[in-house]
């Protein structure tokens, strides 16, 4: 599976972003996806996932309520919806597809996209 990950881009504090993740390959929908981020200087950490059905999601808690994680598996897409973004929320946002659940390690994760920068601004 290869992924594309995009939507980033600088944004205030109290608005919204749409990240998108396209995949490639035929078999995204059997994946559990996830969205993870990296601040500079701070380790890669994981933020929502979602399970290949699309019927359970997992987030961190400083997102909860603010980020909505979906997914297409008709598009081969999976979306994370950020609303109320924080100056601390920026990072490098990164999708990555994975076959056990939960999939809140990073470990778990099997491929990655290359990542879209995400800047709020105070």
């Known amino acids: 599976v290869q992924l594309q990950a995009s939507g980033g881009g600088l944004v205030q504090a109290g608005g919204s972003l749409r990240l998108s993740c396209a995949a490639s390959?035929?078999?995204?929908?059997?994946?559990?996806m996830g969205w993870f981020r990296q601040a500079p200087g701070k380790e890669r950490e994981f933020v929502a996932a979602?399970?290949?059905?699309?019927?359970?999601?997992s987030y961190i808690d400083s997102v909860k309520g603010r980020f909505t994680i979906s997914r297409d598996n008709a598009k081969n897409t999976v979306y994370l919806q950020m609303n109320t973004l924080k100056p601390e929320d920026t990072a490098v946002y990164y999708c990555?597809?994975?076959?056990?659940?939960?999939?809140?390690?990073?470990?778990?994760?099997?491929?990655w996209g290359q990542g879209t920068l995400v800047t709020v601004s105070s």
């Open positions: 390959g035929r078999t995204f929908s059997s994946y559990n």
């Open positions: 990555a597809a994975s076959n056990v659940w939960p999939a809140t390690s990073i470990s778990g994760y099997d491929y």
């Open positions: 979602i399970r290949w059905s699309g019927r359970t999601t």
